[in-house]
């Protein structure tokens, strides 16, 4: 065991300065925080997608808290330092629009057929989950097909960009930022059962610690935490090497996306992360004694809607401009209201998703025990 | 009978993750020509001067 974690840890320093040697040292910060975002979410198994469920189906709210606890950290930090720094350092923020609540509702329900938001898909890949693996794929042709039509989509109509410091300036923005935060925890508190209601001390050390990730991306990248754009260059980068010509859509022929496209991958902050968090997840799966076993047999039609399913989070979170991660988490914690428009709508969907799992996942035992052919 | 599959474990489709992510940006490094490292942004956005040049998913 000792051999195999030394083997863990000598590949995580070697990921860290290939990208160094590569792409520069704020490639390497960025791939390193990647790595700690992955080694947390998968370590202490902090997450959104399970967290959302139990509050709906077991009325257990610890996990919600723990996510608003880390949003409330980041908030206190990022949000001054924008405003210090603004030159360098820029928000998540993002248009209210009929497209982005539409797909944010999409995106939650999506994200609990496959047991898994945007970091969750990344994290369960990573950590070696049969259905993240596919639904990735999913998830990267999704996000690239959603730049295709996100033109039409936000056409149907959508406000300017808000932001709570443009209400109330940066301090009071931020007083209003902790204080939703807090409304939204009193509710989960009141919801939640007796003894699902205060956070174990798991939970609480994950918070903290994705929150001073994120609050360290920041300052490096100059931009928040995010994981969708990553996700649809990738998928852009494969459909250009396939022959597809770009150079007409109105998306990737925008300055600062025909720059992305025209570069390499380890310059793109998000897809850095997103290879670091990818790598965490495996190193803190191995890293156990017993790593937990595959996911259970699913019939191959649950397959193909895990790979559906995959899509419609990749497409759905681009019109919603982001995942949990870029839109709630990042959008949030930087003052942006979409974020919070997103969180109301995926909620809901997400509680729809609950509801539809059962009824499109079935194990072949379960499909023969009900007399329909496995 | 188990309801786990025996094949593939999680190892095996963690890597097979990991690989292909190393098979993307290797190919892509090679179809964009390699990184400039003099043109490699300062480590540190925050007090470096720059303006912000990432994209995020919250861009249009």
Redesign the interface.
């Given at each position: 065991m000792a051999a195999i974690r030394l083997s863990l840890a000598a590949f995580a320093v070697i990921l860290v300065l290939a990208v160094f040697a590569?792409?520069?040292?704020?490639?390497a910060?960025l791939v390193a925080i990647g790595l700690g975002y992955g080694l947390v979410l998968e370590g202490l198994r902090f997450g959104f997608a399970g967290p959302w469920r139990v509050m709906v189906t077991e009325r257990d709210g610890r996990g919600l808290l723990a996510q608003l606890l880390a949003i409330g950290i980041t908030a206190a930090a990022a949000i001054p330092?924008i405003a210090a720094?603004p030159?360098?350092?820029?928000g998540?923020?993002?248009?209210i629009g009929i497209a982005m609540i539409g797909g944010a509702f999409v995106f939650g329900a999506a994200m609990q057929l496959v047991m898994g938001c945007g970091s969750g898909t990344l994290v369960n890949?990573?950590?070696?989950?049969?259905v993240g693996?596919v639904a990735?794929a999913g998830f990267v042709a999704g996000s690239f097909l959603g730049t295709l039509h996100?033109g039409w989509w936000?056409g149907l109509g959508s406000l300017p960009v808000l932001t709570v410091q443009d209400f109330f300036g940066s301090t009071g923005g931020l007083a209003v930022t902790l204080l939703g935060l807090a409304a939204v925890a009193a509710v989960v508190v009141l919801r939640s059962a007796p003894g699902k209601r205060l956070l174990p001390r798991r939970l609480f050390v994950a918070a903290v610690l994705i929150a001073l990730l994120a609050i360290v991306n920041?300052?490096?990248?100059?931009?928040?935490w995010?994981?969708?754009?990553g996700l649809g260059?990738?998928g852009a980068?494969?459909a250009?090497?396939a022959g597809a010509d770009l150079s007409a859509n109105a998306?990737w022929s925008s300055p600062?996306?025909a720059e992305?496209l025209?570069?390499?991958?380890?310059?793109?902050?998000?897809s850095l992360t997103n290879?670091g968090l990818?790598?965490g997840?495996?190193l803190a799966?191995?890293w156990r004694a017993a790593?937990?076993?595959?996911?259970?047999?699913l019939r191959a039609e649950s397959w193909a809607v895990v790979l559906l399913a995959g899509l419609v989070l990749g497409y759905s979170?681009?019109l919603a401009?982001?995942?949990n991660?870029?839109?709630i988490f990042?959008?949030v914690s930087t003052g942006?209201l979409?974020g919070w428009v997103w969180f109301a709508a995926a909620f809901a969907g997400s509680t729809f998703g609950v509801r539809l799992r059962p009824i499109l996942l079935r194990?072949p035992?379960i499909a023969a025990a009900e007399g329909s052919p496995a | 009978?188990s309801?786990?599959?025996?094949f593939?474990?999680?190892?095996?489709?963690?890597?097979?993750?990991?690989g292909l992510?190393v098979l993307?940006?290797g190919?892509?490094?090679r179809?964009?020509g390699?990184?400039d490292?003099f043109d490699?942004?300062?480590?540190?956005?925050?007090?470096?001067?720059?303006?912000?040049?990432?994209?995020?998913?919250?861009?249009?």
């Open positions: 590569l792409a520069g040292p704020r490639a910060l330092l720094a030159q360098e350092l820029v998540a923020a993002a248009p890949a990573g950590s070696g989950n049969l693996a990735l996100l936000t920041l300052a490096v990248a100059g931009q928040p995010g994981i969708v754009y260059l990738w980068k494969i250009q090497a998306f600062v996306h992305r025209s570069q390499s991958i380890l310059t793109d902050y998000t290879i990818v790598v997840a495996f799966m191995r790593p937990a076993a595959q996911v259970k047999r979170a681009r401009f982001g995942c991660i870029g839109a990042s959008g942006s979409h194990s035992q | 009978m309801q786990n599959y025996s593939p474990p999680r190892s095996l489709v963690a890597l097979a993750t990991i992510l993307l940006a190919a892509d490094l179809a964009t390699g990184i490292p490699a942004p300062p480590p540190v956005a925050f007090g470096s001067g720059a303006a912000p040049s990432g994209a995020h998913c919250t861009d249009m």
